[in-house]
């Protein structure tokens, strides 16, 4: 059971997080996801932040993590776009054009989220090819969460 009794104050709950945790299921140090009033909550002003509950079969871990909503959403573009990035990526020798290592740039707010390969990364060739492999071997998983989200963004009228 997600505690309550902490400054994160939950809303909406999985409270089974943990049988359905990817590749982590029935297996999974997080127990629970939570939408609910942030922990960072001043007097006055309220804000709603997803939570991910850990616990490590002792205690709930210091390791959960709450994060406003918009940095969720945000999380879920790049993995959206690296996705489709990914998918078009055997185009290049090292799955990417390193004469062209931006991948987009995503309006955001007046602004736009650069997303790009991270050419600081020493071994960014080795990485790459490990991450495109990773995201190939876990492509079942991902792609059913990513066709629920799709499908029920359609139907919120987004």
Known sequence: ?????????PVIVVPNYEDVDGKLAY?????????GLAQWNDRGKVDISAKIWRHTGGKWSRQSEEM??????????????AK??????YKY????????????????QG??????????????????ELFQQVLRDNDEL?????????KLLKESGY
């Open 111 to 128: 602004d736009a989220m650069t997303v790009q390969i991270c050419e600081e990364n020493p071994y960014i060739d080795e990485d790459i």
């Open 1 to 9: 059971m997600i505690p309550v009794n902490l400054k994160h104050k």
């Open 142 to 150: 991902l792609s059913e969460r990513l066709r629920i989200l799709s």
């Open 84 to 89: 489709g990035h990914f998918n078009e990526a």
């Open 93 to 108: 020798e090292h799955f990417y054009d390193k004469e062209q290592i931006e991948l987009d740039r995503i309006g955001l």
């Open 27 to 35: 297996q999974s140090d997080a127990k629970g996801l939570s939408l």
């Open 68 to 81: 406003p909503l918009h940095r969720v959403l945000d999380l879920a573009i790049l993995i959206a776009r």
